[in-house]
C-alpha cells in the first residue's frame, strides 16, 4: 500500500507562482514513475507533467515552458514548480505514483487525495 499526500494548492491571481509537493509513503515497494494530472469542473482529468526515476520528465504542451516537476528519490517526493498562472490552469491537481514489488516485480498505480488550485483573473 501507497499513501501519497499533495500540498501546495491554493487561490492565486494570474501571472502567480507556486509549487506543489506531493510524499509518498509506502511498505516494500520501489517507485518509478511519479507524475501530476489536473481535472478542471466538467472536463476530464489530464496529464500535467510526469517524471522517471532518473530523472526524465515529459510535460503536457499547454504547460511547456511554465511548469516544472522534479523530484527527491530519497525522501520519495515529487514536486510541480508552476509560474505564469492563467486561469485555464484552474483544477484540482493529482499526484500519482507507478510502483512495483522488488520481489515480484507486480505493478500498482497509486493516486493522491488531489489539491485545488484556483487562479483569479
Known amino acids: 500500500q501507497v499513501h501519497l499526500v499533495e500540498s501546495g494548492g491554493g487561490l492565486m491571481q494570474a501571472g502567480g507562482s507556486l509549487r506543489l509537493s506531493c510524499a509518498a509513503s509506502?511498505?516494500?515497494?520501489?517507485?518509478?514513475?511519479m507524475g501530476w494530472y489536473r481535472q478542471a469542473p466538467g472536463r476530464q482529468r489530464e496529464l500535467v507533467a510526469s517524471i522517471t526515476s532518473g530523472g526524465s520528465t515529459n510535460y503536457a504542451d499547454s504547460v511547456k515552458g511554465r511548469f516544472t516537476i522534479s523530484r527527491d528519490n530519497a525522501e520519495n517526493t515529487v514536486f510541480l514548480q508552476v509560474n505564469s498562472l492563467k486561469p485555464d490552469d484552474t483544477a484540482v491537481y493529482y499526484c500519482n505514483a507507478d510502483v512495483r514489488h522488488p520481489l515480484s516485480g507486480f505493478r500498482n498505480t497509486y493516486w493522491g487525495q488531489g489539491t485545488q488550485v484556483t487562479v483569479s483573473s
Open positions: 509506502g511498505i516494500f515497494v520501489i517507485i518509478d514513475a
